[in-house]
C-alpha cells in the first residue's frame, strides 16, 4: 500500500519561509519522480515544484521559481520543499505526488500516487 505523508504545513507571516516534507512508502521511492502540487479555496490544484528520479532534475512554476527549493533524501524515502519569501498568494493545501520513472512531468494527471495535502497560510 502505497503512501504519501505531508507534512510542515502552518500559519506563517508573509515574507516568512517554511519547510514541507512528504514521507513516501510502500513504492520503491527511487524510481518515481516527485512533485508537489497545490491548490488554493475556489482554484484548480497547480503544479509547484519536481524532482525526477534521480534527484538529477528540478523544476518549478513561475510563481515559486527563485523562492523555493525541491530535493529528496532516496535513503529516507523523503521529499522537500522549502519555500521562502512567502506570500499570501502561496496559501493553498500542499500536495506531493509520485510518478513514476518522471524526469519532468507537471500535468497533474501523469501522477500516480498522491498525499492528502498539508494546509499552508500566509497571513499578510
Known amino acids: 500500500q502505497v503512501q504519501l505523508v505531508e507534512s510542515g504545513g502552518r500559519l506563517v507571516q508573509a515574507g516568512g519561509s517554511l519547510r514541507l516534507s512528504c514521507a513516501a512508502s510502500?513504492?520503491?521511492?527511487?524510481?518515481?519522480?516527485m512533485g508537489w502540487f497545490r491548490q488554493a479555496p475556489g482554484k484548480e490544484r497547480e503544479f509547484v515544484a519536481g524532482i525526477s528520479w534521480s534527484g538529477g532534475t528540478t523544476y518549478y512554476s513561475d510563481s515559486v521559481r527563485g523562492r523555493s527549493t525541491i530535493a529528496r533524501d532516496n535513503a529516507k524515502n523523503m521529499v522537500y520543499l522549502q519555500m521562502n519569501s512567502l506570500k499570501p498568494e502561496d496559501t493553498a493545501v500542499y500536495y506531493c505526488?509520485?510518478?513514476?520513472?518522471?524526469?519532468?512531468?507537471?500535468?497533474?494527471?501523469?501522477?500516480?500516487?498522491w498525499g492528502q495535502g498539508t494546509q499552508v497560510t500566509v497571513s499578510s
Open positions: 510502500g513504492l520503491t521511492f527511487s524510481s518515481y519522480g
Open positions: 505526488a509520485a510518478a513514476y520513472r518522471v524526469v519532468r512531468k507537471t500535468d497533474s494527471g501523469g501522477y500516480n500516487y
